[in-house]
């Protein structure tokens, strides 16, 4: 499931899938590529390579990416508003119980304004924000609110730092590979200083 084959196969609809079900669904949503999408697609729309015979515009990426990712974690919201409590005291699962508690750690810790968007930026975190969120009974007009701002801002940033280096270096759409595991190396540095200061 690697960004370069979903943009080659689907173009800007692989964006809208893959941020909905990153940004909400937690049992698909861990192995799907959001950052990784999200900065090559930006490139390829800068370069105008066509990629697998698409060619990519920045308007639908853009539009695909803040929609996909708002809706997803809307989405994911309310699956755990609705069932998430239930779920939670069916469940044996000491993980599951980790991630709510440690959810419930950060909505404390930074505010729940502060901590939804801060979360759209790390991997993971991103993921099972909304169904933590919904649980926990985040007012819905906080959560959608900070959700969009915080969504857009990630979506919509990755974008365009892919489209600004893809315009600015000629041929950087060759070493789409290194800058790729740069994007997820910077995206995951927050979750391991968080990690060194426990």
Known sequence: MNGSSLLSAFGALAVLVVTFAESGLLIVGFF?????????????????????????????????????????????????RRGGRAMLARSRSARLKTVVARGEELLNRYGQRKAIVIGKFVPMVRTVLGPVAGVLEVPTKTFTLWQ?????????????????????VPGVDNYLLPLVALVVVVSFLPVLLQRRRH
């Open 148 to 168: 969009v701002v915080g969504g857009v801002v990630w979506s919509q940033s990755l974008i365009l730092l892919g489209f600004w280096l893809g315009a600015a």
């Open 32 to 80: 799907l590529p959001g950052d990784t999408l999200l900065f090559p697609a930006g490139v390829l729309c800068a370069t105008g390579a066509a990629h697998g015979g698409t060619s990519l515009s920045l308007w639908q990426v853009m539009l695909c990416a803040a929609v996909g990712t708002c809706l997803g974690a809307q989405c994911g919201y309310y699956i755990g």
